[in-house]
């Protein structure tokens, strides 16, 4: 593939000393030194948004770079080229020679160090980084630092919601929303980081007031190959950390250093002292810290054991960041959940339809499965499938002998699933049905399915086989729900 320059134009490094960009802000922290080592060639691999705020970054600090993209045609180029008009942008695949000649890489956690383009590199004498070290050289309020499997994004953003009722500015993003980067301000009060395993790889050292990691199961073995790769990384997330909260039921979300830093836990059963669990007072499920209750369980506006935990999660969280408790509660009883996280679509004719297409690995179905299992009323349908990424579905299938349900597997897994369930003897006679379409699944979901009965499409895969992303795959989903519930209302009224 031919080089395409968006727009070739070199800083001058001259100009970059005597320009308004190069400020008191910039000597003061960066001093004789920078100017030294300005002439660095410094390389941003990947044009998504956090490539996008890294350029942001180094043009506030006043420093040169050039930026590689291997796409011909990055969505947006043309606005790209617009924001940053001086800045040399590459695009194609064969750009080798930029790479192998920088002396410092920012590479999107998109992409992976494996990756054929970065064949020949020297690490040893190149330093290899990402959004989060530029980040954590600049930030100046106390950051809570989350990761996990799953449930982050659930467990950012009610902690972030927690962060605003106690009347704090905070700065909510990272893996989640508006790159970390984006999020830096001198007005900030703290900072809530969603961090995936792919931004904590290559990340050394964020040095967190709280660092929480909610659960470890297998996902996106695909990149990081080996589940020990994948542990390591997501550990990444204690580094430097003062206080850590981890899930006492996940033994791999135990931290494996913790000499000298504030210890506390979550988790379903009672909790000992200044640990975070469920107590049964008087007969009602009771959230509590300790032998100290906080909140009936029943007041919660989310149900299902794997939303309790969630906002176990949250309050340890919160606590150890220190925010005011009775601005976490009220925040805990007003939180609806994001969407696509086993979301409330609809109830028609009995039948309750949830949307939990951000389960894209098989941990996620998993806890959705076993959440919803001790309310089910009936049987539990099951639409699954998509890019495996080849993952170990074996979990999956011990669930599935547990609870009394149908599967309906859609897309490029579909067969592999079905195989599976099908050679497993241990898996009692599951019924196991394919759909050419989500729209087709949620047809033969309903034609199925009793009043009592929970619908639930929690893949167990990635979407990009069949749909733009989960997003777009639960608003197929939503879709075909809302035709049936409208189907039902005409059939009600002839």
Not at 115 to 132: K, P
């Amino acid at each position: 593939m031919t080089t395409q320059n968006a727009n070739v134009s070199n800083f001058d490094f001259t100009d970059l000393i005597t320009n308004s960009i190069f400020n008191s802000k910039f000597e003061s922290k960066y001093g004789a030194m920078n100017l030294i080592q300005s002439d660095k060639r410094r390389l941003i691999v990947g044009l998504g948004a956090t490539g996008k705020s890294c350029m942001r970054h180094f043009l506030r600090l006043g420093l040169p770079f050039s930026v590689l993209d291997t796409r011909s045609q990055p969505p947006g180029i043309q606005d790209i080229a617009r924001e940053f008009p001086d800045v040399e942008i590459c695009l194609g695949e064969q750009h080798s020679d930029l790479i192998n000649s920088a002396s410092e890489l920012y590479i999107s956690p998109g992409i992976a160090l494996d990756d054929l383009i970065f064949n020949g590199l020297d690490s040893d004498s190149t330093f290899i980084s990402g959004d989060i070290d530029l980040f954590a050289g600049e930030v100046a309020a106390p950051v809570i630092a989350i990761s996990g499997s799953n449930a982050k994004s659930t467990v950012t953003t009610l902690v972030g919601e927690m962060a605003r009722q106690a009347g704090l500015n905070a700065g909510i993003g990272g893996n989640l929303g508006e790159p970390a980067l984006n999020l830096l301000s001198p007005q900030r009060d703290c900072y809530v980081l969603e961090l995936s395993s792919f931004q904590l790889e290559r990340c050394s050292e964020l040095r967190p007031q709280v660092a929480c990691l909610l659960n470890i199961s297998a996902d996106h073995m695909d990149r990081h190959h080996t589940m020990m790769a994948y542990h390591q990384a997501k550990q990444r997330v204690y580094r430097g950390a003062e206080h850590i909260v981890f899930n006492r039921h996940d033994a791999l979300t135990k931290p494996l250093l913790s000499a000298g830093v504030t210890v506390s836990s979550f988790g379903l059963d009672a909790p000992d002292l200044l640990q975070y669990g469920i107590r049964e007072i008087d007969g009602q499920k009771t959230i509590c810290k300790g032998f100290d209750t906080l909140l009936p369980v029943s007041e919660l506006p989310l149900s299902g054991d794997h939303n309790l935990l969630n906002v176990l999660a949250a309050l340890a969280i919160g606590a150890a960041a220190d925010f005011d408790m009775t601005a976490m509660l009220e925040a805990i009883k007003s939180f609806k959940g994001l969407e696509h996280r086993c979301e409330l679509v609809a109830q028609i004719n009995g039948v309750t339809y949830i949307n939990d297409s951000k389960a894209t690995n098989v941990g996620a179905t998993v806890a959705a499965i076993r959440g919803f299992a001790s309310s089910l009323k009936g049987q539990l349908i099951l639409i699954a499938g998509g890019e495996t990424k080849g993952a170990d579905f074996s979990a999956l299938l011990k669930e599935l002998n547990v609870v009394d349900c149908k599967a309906i597997l859609i897309g490029e897994g579909a067969a592999e699933i079905r195989a599976l369930i099908e050679a497993n003897r241990s898996v009692k006679s599951i019924e196991v049905l394919q759909a050419s379409s989500l729209e087709q699944a949620v047809e033969i979901a309903s034609e199925n399915a009793q009043p009592g009965d929970l619908v639930l499409l929690s893949p167990a895969c990635a979407s990009f086989d069949m749909f733009k992303g989960f997003e777009h795959r639960g608003d197929v989903f939503k879709a075909a729900v809302s035709q049936l519930k409208h189907t039902s209302a005409q059939g009600d009224q002839q």
